[in-house]
C-alpha cells in the first residue's frame, strides 16, 4: 500500500538496509527477561514468507507477538492464528470500499475484507483502527465503516485515530476542515478517538 498519511515513507520505499539475520537474533535474545512481548509491523509484516517460522521462534523465547497489518494477507493472517502464532492483531481499516484505492494505492477491497472476516470470527485479542484525514475521509464514510464492522459482528476496539502533520508518504497538507466526532454513531462495540 502506499497511503498519503503514512509516516514511514522510508521504509515504504525501501531506503533502509537490511539487518542481518544473527544481529536480529542476538538483539531478541539479549531482551529476553526485559521485553513481555514484541511488535511486527512494517511495510506489511504478512507479507514475509518467513513470518511463521520467526514467529515460533519467539514464542519460543517467551514473547508474546502482536502483528500489525493492513489485512492484504488474509491466508498469513488465518495461518498465523490458527495455529497460535500471534497473540494479538491491530488491523488497519484504510477506508470504505469506494475510497479503498484512491487512499491506499491497492486496489484488492476484498483481501481486506477477507482479513476482517477472519479477525471478527476469531477470538484473538484485536483493534481494528482507522486514520481520519478530514480530506479523505468523513464522518460519513466512518459511519458506513462502523456499519460494515457491526454486519462482521466484530466486538473488539475500535480507534479513530487523528491525522498528526509531519513528513508523509504523500507529502500531505493539514486537512482543510475539521472532521467532527460529534457526527459519529455510537456503535456497539467499544470505540475510542485518539488525537482529536
Not at 494479538?88 to 472476516?117: H, M, P
Amino acid at each position: 500500500m502506499a497511503c498519503g498519511y503514512c509516516h514511514n515513507p522510508d521504509l515504504v520505499k525501501g531506503v533502509f538496509q537490511k539487518i542481518e539475520e544473527e544481529k536480529i537474533k542476538k538483539f531478541i535474545e539479549s531482551r529476553i527477561g526485559l521485553l513481555d512481548g514484541i511488535v511486527l509491523s512494517g511495510g506489511e509484516c504478512t507479507l514475509c514468507k518467513d513470518l511463521p517460522d520467526f514467529t515460533k521462534y519467539l514464542k519460543s523465547m517467551g514473547f508474546k507477538v502482536k502483528i500489525d497489518t493492513n489485512g492484504t494477507n488474509p491466508e498469513m493472517l488465518d495461518f498465523l492464528i490458527s495455529n497460535d502464532l500471534i497473540d494479538f492483531v491491530a488491523l488497519d481499516f484504510k477506508s470504505t470500499q469506494e475510497k479503498f484505492e484512491s487512499i491506499t494505492g491497492y486496489k484488492n477491497y476484498n483481501n481486506f475484507l477477507k482479513s476482517l472476516a477472519i479477525l471478527s470470527s476469531s477470538k484473538i485479542l484485536s483493534e481494528i483502527r482507522t486514520t481520519t484525514h478530514a480530506d479523505l475521509l468523513d464522518e460519513e464514510d466512518i459511519n458506513s465503516m462502523i456499519k460494515c464492522l457491526e454486519d462482521l459482528s466484530y466486538k473488539g476496539n475500535y480507534y479513530l485515530q487523528n491525522y498528526r502533520d509531519g513528513v508523509t508518504l504523500g507529502n500531505l497538507n493539514k486537512p482543510s476542515r475539521k472532521f467532527d466526532v460529534n457526527k459519529i454513531e455510537n456503535p456497539s462495540f467499544k470505540l475510542e478517538f485518539r488525537g482529536f
